[in-house]
């Protein structure tokens, strides 16, 4: 019988790894993009329209941990924040030109590393991986 303890040790211990294996091969492709970065990039250039709240969710940050985040990127010319056209209070964080173009070269990078970490795996292999990781998700969350 397998032991649901050790498994779940072994599930954290292999997100790190991958984690840590992406961010290396950021880094060593000359991207001046942290792992932070990267995510909260990758989440801009698929949600055009979210604001910093629902990006502190999606990261499980506070709003606090998220500017910093924004601010970097902002330093960087990668975001910019733009005004509301409808609320003027609210700011959109839109890429920019080198944003757009770093999100690509990393996620190209990131797709990469994907297809070595699932090197070997038959396509029911990854449905049965993919439904597994979709019950953990969800028990974790509630």
Known sequence: MINKTTLSLQIGETF???GKQIATAI??????LAMEQF???????????????DIAHIL?????GVLRIIDSLQKKKMIVRVADT???RKKNLVLTKKGAETIQKALELEAKAAERFLE???ENDLI???????IIKSNAQK
């Open 16 to 18: 790190k790894i991958m």
């Open 27 to 32: 880094k060593d492709s000359g991207l001046d």
């Open 39 to 53: 995510v909260l990039l990758s989440i801009l250039n698929s949600n055009e329209d979210i604001i910093q709240q």
């Open 60 to 64: 499980h940050k506070d709003k606090s």
């Open 86 to 88: 409808v609320d003027r």
């Open 120 to 122: 070997g795996m038959s």
């Open 128 to 134: 049965a991986l993919s439904k597994a990781l979709s």
